[in-house]
């Protein structure tokens, strides 16, 4: 990226400002950056538990499928899901506070004596499959927010900060010339000047 600037002093102290504001921006956006990594891989890790939990809940009750065909898929609803949301690291993440059941009543003595651990199994079920998600969505925001601040820690490292650096070198050097030079000016008109008046005096 192409700093822009002019060779005079007030270019020179806005890309000073910039350079200071980058550089103590730095550890901010490394350490978050390190936090979101820790944080995608506990979303990570929690995501596979609740996989791991649900394919062993799944293959508990394997003895039930050919009953579920009488089982009334209206006994039980996701009525509702309740969210709460958390910052982590600066990232507004969703995460679930409470799922919301709707349970149709039936009869105890006319309904299958597996109906009331075929309703706490599909709660289970719908629990850790909503848990999985949600986390597997966490996972994929936070790894977003990383992967944007590892973007700007590599701007700010790599193009950025050496860019700004390497331009305020540049008017520091013009300026430094300029000065030089207008001293190196100002030397030899003082020696003209001295020189005729040298002149005047002789001829007089």
Excluded: C
């Excluded at 950056?33 to 990570?44: G, I, M, N, T, Y």
């Excluded at 003595?109 to 109906?115: D, E, L, V």
């Excluded at 790599?158 to 540049?170: F, L, N, S, T």
């Amino acid at each position: 990226m192409a700093i822009k600037f002019q060779y005079n002093k007030t270019s020179l102290n806005d890309l000073d400002k910039q350079l200071k504001m980058r550089r103590n921006a730095l550890p901010t956006l490394k350490s978050k950056e390190s936090a979101l990594r820790a944080e995608v891989q506990k979303a990570k890790e929690a995501a596979l538990d609740y996989e791991q939990r649900l394919a062993s809940l799944t293959a508990q009750y394997d003895y039930m499928t050919a009953l579920w065909g009488e089982f009334d898929p209206d006994l039980l609803k996701i009525k509702d899901v309740e969210l709460e949301v958390s910052k982590i690291a600066g990232v507004r993440i969703p995460a679930i506070k409470e799922v919301v059941f709707e349970e149709k009543p039936y009869d105890l003595f006319s309904s299958p004596a597996w109906y009331a651990d075929g309703v706490a199994l599909l709660r289970n079920l719908s629990e850790l499959s909503l848990q999985y998600e949600f986390f597997r969505h966490k996972m994929r925001l936070l790894d977003y927010a990383r992967r944007k601040t590892t973007q700007k820690v590599n701007l700010y490292e790599k193009v950025q900060i050496p860019g700004y650096q390497d331009a305020i070198r540049k008017i520091k050097r013009f300026l430094e010339d300029e000065e030089n030079l207008s001293k190196s000016s100002q030397k030899i008109v003082k020696s003209r000047q001295a020189q005729a008046e040298k002149r005047k005096e002789v001829a007089v």
